[in-house]
Nanobody
């Protein structure tokens, strides 16, 4: 079965850290675009950070720049989102996604297109003030 499974979401205090994991099974994401996205209650899903395979570029949203880092371990077929200095406004359900496609601005496009590729089920991150 092809799937992405997130883990690592939790309740933390402001200023704390978390590491989210996204484990892929049924496929190898080495030549896929991979990314993290989030959706807060009442808001649209937004892009957080992505890695685009065809040009090895990394995108990081301004709201998390300097605090969040995307990384991957191809041997484990898993990618991660390291989140530091968390703020209450980071509270959301976080989703990982992988897609093998050549699309300019993939990270932003992907946040608005839920079909195609693969999505995880989401993991809740809650940051208390």
């Amino acid at each position: 079965e092809v799937q992405l499974v997130e883990s690592g979401g939790d309740l933390v205090q402001a200023g704390g850290s978390l590491r989210l994991s996204c484990a892929a099974s049924g496929f190898t994401f080495a030549d896929y675009n991979i990314g993290w996205f989030r959706q807060a209650p009442g808001k649209a899903r937004e892009e957080v950070s992505c890695f685009v395979s065809h040009d090895d570029s990394t995108y990081v949203a301004d709201s998390v720049k300097g605090r969040f880092t995307i990384s991957s371990d191809n041997a484990k077929n898993t990618f991660y989102l390291e989140m530091n200095n968390l703020k209450p406004e980071d509270t959301a359900v976080y989703y990982c996604s992988a897609e093998r496609i050549l699309t300019p601005g993939w990270c932003r496009v992907r946040s608005r297109r839920l079909v195609g590729g693969y999505w995880g089920q989401g993991t809740q991150v809650t940051v208390s003030s």
